[in-house]
């Protein structure tokens, strides 16, 4: 695996947990995987074991001269890492956070060529390399253009797309400086040229053309950008590549996301009885400030992206607290327009004791929401997969979802899906007006406050659900065996 995160060392989304939980997956299946990933000064340096040097003065060839590096080895709860660490003036992972900067394509491109070039001299030739979104989407260019001629012969590339709105442009800089160079080649749109852009280079498009298989992260989000404009651009290419283009829906950890046992709950429970679920209830109310009286609590939990549904987010709040209900948030963005909007809604709503505002990234607190709250609430504008839904069906909190990408198939309608009654999980809305999540949310909190019954059966039909790592471990298991050297 070749990937810029890797939960819980360097997390920023959902990518660092796939990676993470894949592997592990994997290893439980008796193959061997090893990570590498940047050395970030901003790690969770608290999650690694036995950190050591294993690799001196690596010299990566960058443009005309090389940039030395160091490789370190320390296992991650369990799995074996690799982080990369350059020395060079650009100081490209010692920047205090993960992405955000200027270069960012100069830093990652630099990322996947020293990957490449540490697996050539250390004698790495793994059958499979695993990729993941932009960052490292020029593994597989670099792998079949450079590396197979020089010693990676028999190594095959699969890459998965966590988000196809970040795709990597760039100028040909980058191809001058991972000696790839030609720009004439590459600038050819049945490789690397952008289609919009045309003076620019699309990595993305690159892993798409190049890598043995791609993936994406729900059957629903294969199709949708195939089909419609969530593919930012790549819906042709994605067409032309269509026989080794899938989808497969993420697995959630199970392990680390588990209500018998998770350390950051204070009480446990499970779906034969979940009666202590209501204790955790109490003390996310305690954590968070909020009284004690006899309604739900709505959370949201995720990062204040544009992707997410921001404006709805912010009415879903407001709605909660109009439906006489109780809402947390945790969340924060990158940008400072969206901070500051939800900065001057936790003020403005200060006082109000059915309600608190997290802003800022707290993974323990986040178990806490998942585990106390009655409902989620999930309005993407697009959803590659998310996990948020899938870890509250996991601890009984019951989503409500706007039908897109892995929403779809993962959460079904109490009242209007055609699956069987048990199967029901959640609250499904449409539109990405203010209407359309009131409606959700009015059938969820109304259930919840008129048929607290049907309300408990709904939250133990979603923990009855499996969406743990081990449909989607075989999945990906089979696409190794179809892809690799035989
Ligand atoms: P994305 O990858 O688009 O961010 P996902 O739903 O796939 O969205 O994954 C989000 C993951 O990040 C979940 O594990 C969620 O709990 C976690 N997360 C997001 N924001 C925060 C936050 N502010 N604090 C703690 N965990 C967060």
Request: with cysteine; glycine share 8%; net charge negative.
């Amino acid at each position: 695996m070749i990937a810029s995160e890797c939960a819980p060392v360097a997390k920023v989304g959902g990518l660092g947990d796939v990676v993470f939980g894949l592997t592990r997956e994997l290893e439980i299946r008796g193959h061997s995987v090893e990570i590498i990933l940047p050395k970030y000064d901003c790690m969770r340096y608290d999650h690694i074991w036995g950190l050591q040097k294993c690799y001196e003065n690596l010299l990566v060839p960058w443009f005309n001269y090389h940039i030395s590096c160091t490789v370190w080895f320390g296992f991650v709860h369990g799995r074996k890492c690799f982080f990369i660490e350059p020395h060079s003036p650009e100081n490209f992972f010692n920047r205090g956070a993960y992405y955000g900067f200027p270069d960012e394509h100069v830093r990652f491109a630099f990322f996947s060529k020293a990957a490449l070039e540490f697996m050539l001299k250390s004698g790495k030739r793994p059958d499979v390399i695993h990729t993941h979104d932009w960052q490292t989407a020029l593994v597989p260019v670099m792998l079949y253009e450079i590396y197979q001629h020089i010693g990676m012969w028999h190594s095959r590339a699969c890459h998965t797309i966590h988000n196809f709105k970040h795709q990597g442009i760039a100028g040909a800089n980058i191809l001058w400086l991972t000696g790839l160079g030609r720009p004439e080649y590459y600038f050819q749109r049945d490789r690397m040229g952008d289609d919009f852009n045309h003076s620019a280079i699309n990595f993305m498009k690159g892993a798409v053309v190049y890598a043995n298989f791609v993936t994406t992260v729900s059957p629903s989000h294969a199709w949708e950008v195939r089909h419609s404009d969530w593919g930012y651009g790549l819906g042709h290419v994605l067409h032309q590549h269509q026989s080794h283009f899938g989808g497969i829906l993420n697995g959630l950890d199970y392990d680390m996301w588990n209500p018998e046992s998770d350390p950051h709950i204070p009480y446990h429970y499970s779906a034969g009885d979940i009666s202590n679920k209501y204790k955790t209830k109490e003390a996310l109310r305690q954590r968070m400030l909020l009284r004690d009286a006899y309604k739900p609590i709505v959370a949201y939990v995720g990062r204040l992206d544009p992707q997410k549904g921001v404006p709805l987010i912010r009415h879903a709040i407001f709605h909660a607290l109009h439906r006489n209900a109780q809402f947390v948030l945790l969340g924060s963005s990158p940008e400072s327009g969206i901070n500051a909007d939800f900065w001057a809604i936790k003020h403005h709503l200060n006082d109000n004791p059915d309600c608190h505002l997290e802003i800022g990234y707290n993974e323990e607190l986040a178990h806490l929401i998942y585990a106390g709250a009655d409902m989620l609430v999930v309005p993407s504008l697009f959803e590659p997969c998310g996990l948020t839904q899938m870890i509250a069906l996991r601890y009984g909190t019951v989503p409500i979802v706007r039908a897109v990408g892995g929403l779809i198939d993962t959460v079904f309608d109490w009242d209007f899906s055609e699956r069987p009654r048990q199967e029901r999980n959640g609250f499904v809305f449409h539109q990405t007006d203010n209407l359309a999540i009131e409606s959700a949310m009015d059938r969820a909190i109304g259930l919840w406050f008129n048929e607290p019954e049907q309300f408990h059966e709904l939250a133990i039909n979603g923990m009855r659900y499996d969406y743990s790592w081990n449909q989607p471990g075989k999945d990906y298991v089979n696409i190794y065996e179809y892809i690799r050297d035989k």
